[in-house]
C-alpha cells in the first residue's frame, strides 16, 4: 500500500513491546542516564517509534506487552519456551521505565494475563479490521505473519530498528509460497526450536512447504500419511501425530482473546510537549528534545536586580542580619586567577526573590563587604565557591559558612559525569530555561535560583546518604583549598633553568649518537622516520603496524631492547624530552611574577573516586620513580629562609584500608603489629620465613599487594612480574588461600555492585559502575576491577580530606608560622617556621593519625628539607 493510499483510510500500527524492546537492547551499546539507569533499550524503541509516526503518520496506536504469568500454552505443554535465554540484567528494568515512557506519550499499552502479546495482536488486529482500520503490526517475530490478510500488514524489524520490511498477502506468499493461515500448518510440522515447539522430528522448513503444497494442510498430511514418501518420515509423522497437533496448537496466534479496546481512545499526538520534554530530559535523551513545542519557565522570571551603591550597603548587611540566610555569587574580570583577581560585581539574591548587584570599582571592596562575608551567623550559597574564596582571599576577605556550593553537590550525585555549566543543572533540575536571559542577568538568575536547586539537590543527597559528606567534608574543604591555593609555593627558578640546559645537553649528545649508530641524520621525535630508520634500514624485527606505518610506541621499544644499542637511546629520549617541555619548560611560565610562587588549582570535582587533582601544573604527574623526575622537586622550595619543607606521607594508607575493609585477620595483625605488609606476603605466599624473604621476594610481595587491591587480574599480574600467566595465578591463589577474608570481601563487593548499581566507600560516597552486567567481557572484568578498588581508593581519599580538614582547624587556633602548600597522592606538604616546627609537625602528625577510627592503625612518616627533593626523616613523639 502507498502512503497516499494508507493516509486515505484509518491506520492503526500495533507495536509488539517484547519483542522491538529486545531488538532496541541488542542494536544500540549500553546507555545510561545521569542515575546510573540503563536506557538503550528504551532509548532505541522510542526513537523507532518517532521513525513510523514521522514516516506512516498513524491514527492510532497501540503496544502489546506480555505478563509474567504462565500463558495457556504452558499449561497444554510445560516445556514451551523452557530453553530461552534469560532476560539480560541491563534490560529487566528497562521494561518497567519503557512503559512509564509510552505511558506519557499517551499511548495505550495492552497486556492480559495467560496470554502472550502474539495473542493481543492478533484479537486487536482482526477486531480493528473488522471496524475498517488498516492495521500495521511491528514485531521482529516471523510468528506473525499468519496474521497477514486483506487489512493487515506485517512489518517486520529484520535487522536492528531500521530495516523494515512490510509483509502482505502478496509478500508472504512470494516468500512461502503458502497463504497466511497455512504458516502454522508449517510450524505444526516443523516445530519451532526458539519457542521449543517440537513439530515432527526430521520435518524442516524444506519438507514442511513440499508437504503443505502436496495435501493443502497438516490435517491432511496426517490423514494420508501412507501417500507420504520416504519411510523414516512415514514412522515419524505416525508416532509423533499428537505431538504435531498440539505444535499446531502452541503456534496458532489466538484472535479471541477477551479483550475490548475503543480504538477511538487510541489517537496520537495528544500528550502534553512540556511534560515529556522534561521527562526526555530526565532520561537523557537530549537529541530528542527538538520534535517538542515546549516552553519551559523562563529561569530570569522575576529577577529583578537593584544596583547598590556603597552608601546602600548598611541596607543589605541588615537585610542579610535578619535573614541569615542568602545566596552568593561574584563575578571576575577574564582571565584573572589567583593573587590577581579582579572583582567586577558582587551579587546578593534572597528567598524572597529581592536580587541585589554591587559593582565594584578599581577592585577595591569596602570593609562592610567583608563583614558580611566574612560572618559566621550567615548562611550562604555560593555560586563556584572555591573560585570566589581564592579571588576573595587576595582582598583579604575570608568567605565563611558555605552552605551549599551547587557543582559541588552535583559531583557527589553524579561522580562519573563530566562536570556540566550550572545553567544546565538548573535547567534539569527545576525546569527552568536561560533562553531568555541576557548575559548581563545570567549570574543574578543563578543565584535567585540556588534556594531551590538546594532544595532539589540537599533532597537527593539525603535520599543517597551523601548529605553527611558533602556537608562535613566536602563543604568545609573548600577553604582549605582556596587557602592552598592563595599560599602557593616558591620555585626555584635558577634550579629550573640549570636543569633544563643539563637536559638540553644530554638531548644533543643522545641525538648524536643515535645518528651515529644510523649513520644518518633523523628526527628522533617523528616515529614515521623512526620506522624507517629500525625496520628498514637496521632491520630489526617488525613487532606491530598501524595504519600510517611502523608502530615505536615504549611496548614495542621494550621488545627490542636488546637487539640494538640504538633503542636504549631512543627511550631514554623520550624520557627525558618529555621532563623538560612537560615539567622543566612549562612551569617558569606558570609562576606568578609578584610572588614568585606556582599557584596551583586542586580540582575536587574531577575524580569518580574523590581523589583530588590539580591544574596549571599537575602535581600529581610529577616523576618521583627517576632521577630525572626527582630532580624537579629540587625547584619547590620554602618562601621564607627561616622556614623549612614538611611533608606527611600516610604509610601504606590504601592497603590498611583495604585490610580494614576485608576484615582478614592476617592483614590487620601485620598491621597492628607493625609488621612489614610486604614482607609478611612474602613470606606467606612463597612459603618462606619473614627472615629469609629478599628483596627480590618482597618487591614481588608489593606488587601482589597493590595487584590485589586494585583487582589485577592474573594476566595483570603477570605482565607486572614477568612471569607466566600460570605462575601469576598460583601466586594469587596462594595469597587467597593465606588471606581468606580478602576473597570473601573481593566477591561480596562485586555482588553488592551488581545488585545496587554503584560501589561506596566508608563515607558513603558512591561511584555507579554500570559496565559490571555487562555481556562484554573486558568490559565487565574492567567493571569488577573499578568496584572492588573504588571503596579502598575512594575511602582513602576520604581520609586525607578529613585529615586535610582537621590539621587546617587545628592549625588555626594556634599562632604557628606555618602554610599548607600542596596534597598530592598520599601526601601533605607544608612550609614551617623552623621555630615552630618541633610542635607543628606532631600536631599534624596526631591530627592525620587520628583522622579515621580503622581496625588497624594510620600510621604518617614525617620528613623535612630545604627543598621537595632533599627530605630527611623527620622523628615525633606524641
Known amino acids: 500500500m502507498s502512503k497516499q493510499e494508507n493516509e486515505e483510510k484509518k491506520t492503526l500500527f500495533l507495536l509488539d513491546g517484547h519483542s522491538i524492546t529486545h531488538r532496541a537492547f541488542y542494536a544500540l551499546p ?11 533499550a528504551v532509548f532505541g524503541f522510542i526513537r523507532m517509534l518517532f521513525s513510523l509516526t514521522d514516516e506512516w503518520q498513524p491514527d492510532r496506536m497501540i503496544v502489546t506487552f506480555d505478563k509474567k504469568a504462565p500463558t495457556f500454552r504452558h499449561e497444554e505443554f510445560a516445556d514451551y519456551k523452557a530453553n530461552r535465554k534469560k532476560m539480560p540484567e541491563e534490560l529487566v528494568p528497562q521494561i518497567p521505565l519503557l512503559q512509564q515512557t509510552i505511558k506519557k506519550l499517551k499511548i495505550p499499552i495492552v497486556s492480559e494475563a495467560g496470554y502472550e502479546a502474539d495473542d493481543l495482536l492478533g484479537t486487536l488486529s482482526q477486531q480493528a479490521a473488522e471496524q475498517g482500520y488498516k492495521v500495521y503490526i511491528v514485531t521482529g517475530d516471523r510468528d506473525a505473519l499468519q496474521l497477514v490478510s486483506p487489512n493487515v500488514n506485517i512489518m517486520y524489524t529484520r535487522k536492528g ?3 523494515l520490511v512490510i509483509y502482505d498477502l502478496a509478500k508472504v506468499k512470494e516468500k512461502y509460497q503458502l497463504p497466511p493461515e497455512k504458516l502454522i500448518d508449517m510450524k505444526g510440522l ?48 505416525h508416532k509423533y501425530s499428537e505431538q504435531a497437533r498440539m505444535s499446531y496448537r502452541l503456534g496458532k496466534i489466538k484472535r479471541d482473546v477477551p479483550i475490548e479496546i475503543d480504538f477511538e481512545k487510541c489517537k496520537l499526538n495528544k500528550y502534553d510537549d512540556n511534560e515529556v520534554a522534561a521527562y526526555f530530559k530526565e532520561l537523557g535523551f537530549t537529541s530528542l528534545l527538538d520534535r517538542f513545542e515546549y516552553q519551559l519557565d523562563s529561569a530570569g522570571k522575576s529577577v529583578e536586580v537593584k544596583e547598590l551603591d556603597q552608601a546602600e550597603l548598611p541596607d543589605l548587611a541588615d537585610k542579610i542580619a535578619k535573614e541569615k540566610r542568602f545566596a552568593f555569587a561574584l563575578k571576575m574580570e577574564s582571565g584573572s586567577r589567583n593573587r590577581e583577581a579582579k572583582i567586577e560585581e558582587l551579587v546578593f539574591a534572597f528567598e524572597d526573590k529581592s536580587n541585589f548587584s554591587y559593582q565594584v570599582e578599581q577592585n577595591q571592596l569596602p570593609d562592610i563587604i ?34 551549599f556550593e551547587p557543582l559541588l553537590a552535583f559531583y557527589l550525585l553524579q561522580p562519573s559525569s563530566s562536570l556540566p555549566e550550572l545553567e544546565d543543572v538548573i535547567s534539569h533540575e527545576l525546569d527552568l530555561s536561560f533562553e531568555e536571559v541576557t548575559s548581563d542577568k545570567i549570574l543574578a538568575a543563578e543565584a535567585a535560583n540556588l534556594f531551590k536547586l538546594a532544595d532539589s539537590l540537599t533532597e537527593n543527597l539525603k535520599a543517597d546518604k551523601l548529605f553527611k559528606l558533602y556537608k562535613e567534608i566536602e563543604l568545609p574543604l573548600i577553604k582549605v583549598l582556596a587557602e592552598m591555593e592563595y599560599n602557593g609555593v616558591k620555585i626555584d627558578q635558577n634550579w629550573l633553568a640549570q636543569l633544563s640546559e643539563k637536559l638540553g645537553k644530554r638531548l644533543d649528545i643522545i641525538t648524536a649518537e643515535a645518528h651515529q649508530l644510523a649513520d644518518e641524520e633523523f628526527n628522533l621525535n617523528s616515529p614515521k622516520q623512526l620506522g624507517e630508520i629500525l625496520f628498514e634500514k637496521l632491520g630489526l624485527p617488525v613487532i606491530k603496524k598501524t595504519k600510517t606505518g611502523y608502530s615505536t610506541n615504549a611496548s ?4 627490542l631492547t636488546d637487539k640494538h644499542p640504538i633503542i636504549p637511546l631512543i627511550s631514554e629520549y623520550r624520557e627525558l624530552a618529555k621532563l623538560k617541555s612537560t615539567y622543566i619548560d612549562s612551569l617558569p611560565p606558570l609562576i606568578n611574577e609578584k610572588t614568585a610562587k606556582i599557584h596551583t588549582s586542586f580540582n ?13 601544573p599537575n602535581l600529581q604527574n610529577i616523576p618521583i620513580r627517576t632521577e630525572e623526575g626527582r630532580e624537579i622537586r629540587k625547584a619547590f622550595i620554602p618562601s621564607r629562609k627561616d622556614m623549612v619543607l614538611l611533608a606527611v606521607d600516610y604509610s601504606q594508607i590504601e592497603l590498611r584500608v583495604f585490610a580494614h575493609l576485608s576484615g582478614d585477620d592476617k592483614l590487620k595483625e601485620a598491621f597492628k603489629t607493625g609488621r612489614d605488609i610486604h614482607t609478611e606476603t ?20 608489593k606488587v601482589i599487594n597493590f595487584g590485589i587491591a586494585y583487582g589485577m587480574s592474573s594476566y595483570g599480574l603477570s605482565q607486572d612480574l614477568d612471569i607466566p600467566v600460570e605462575e601469576a595465578q598460583a601466586y594469587i591463589d ?43 567481557y573486558h568490559r565487565r572484568s574492567f567493571a569488577e576491577r573499578t568496584a572492588i578498588n573504588t571503596p579502598v581508593q575512594g575511602t582513602a581519599a576520604d581520609i586525607m580530606k578529613k585529615s586535610m580538614l582537621a590539621v587546617y582547624d587545628a592549625l588555626a587556633v594556634q599562632n604557628y608560622q606555618v602554610n599548607i602548600l600542596l596534597q598530592v597522592h598520599d601526601e601533605l606538604v607544608f612550609e614551617v617556621a623552623e621555630q615552630d616546627l618541633a610542635e607543628v609537625a606532631k600536631l599534624v602528625k596526631k591530627e592525620m593519625e587520628s583522622a579515621a577510627k580503622l581496625d588497624v592503625p594510620l600510621v604518617v612518616d614525617l620528613q623535612i628539607g630545604e627543598n621537595w627533593r632533599d627530605k630527611k626523616d623527620y622523628e615525633v613523639k606524641l
Do not use: W
Request: glycine share 6%; with cysteine; proline share 2%.
Open 30 to 40: 549500553l546507555l545510561t542516564n545521569d542515575q546510573g539507569e540503563y536506557t538503550n
Open 161 to 163: 530498528l531500521s530495516d
Open 190 to 237: 516443523m516445530g519451532d526450536s526458539s519457542d521449543n515447539i517440537p513439530g515432527v522430528p526430521g520435518i524442516g522448513e524444506k519438507t514442511a512447504l513440499k508437504l503443505l503444497k502436496q495435501f493443502d494442510s497438516m490435517e491432511e498430511i496426517l490423514a494420508n500419511i501412507d501417500q507420504v514418501s520416504g519411510k523414516k518420515r512415514k514412522e515419524n509423522l
Open 370 to 403: 567583608k563583614d558580611i562575608l566574612e560572618d559566621s551567623n550567615s548562611e550562604k550559597l555560593v555560586i563556584a565557591a572555591k573560585e570566589a574564596s581564592l579571588a576573595l582571599l587576595c582582598h583579604g576577605i575570608k568567605l565563611n559558612n558555605i552552605v
Open 556 to 559: 614495542v621499544l621494550e621488545k
Open 604 to 616: 575536587q570535582m574531577v575524580t569518580a573516586t574523590g581523589r583530588l587533582s590539580s591544574t596549571d
Open 682 to 701: 612474602a613470606s606467606e605466599v612463597f612459603d618462606v620465613k619473614p627472615a629469609d624473604v629478599s628483596a627480590d621476594l618482597r618487591r614481588h610481595a
Open 734 to 776: 596462594k595469597y587467597f588461600e593465606r588471606f581468606n577474608g580478602v576473597k570473601k570481601y573481593m566477591s561480596d563487593t562485586i555482588a553488592s555492585v551488581k545488585e545496587k548499581g554503584y560501589a561506596e566507600t566508608l563515607y558513603g560516597r558512591r561511584r555507579y559502575i554500570p559496565e559490571i552486567k555487562s555481556k562484554n
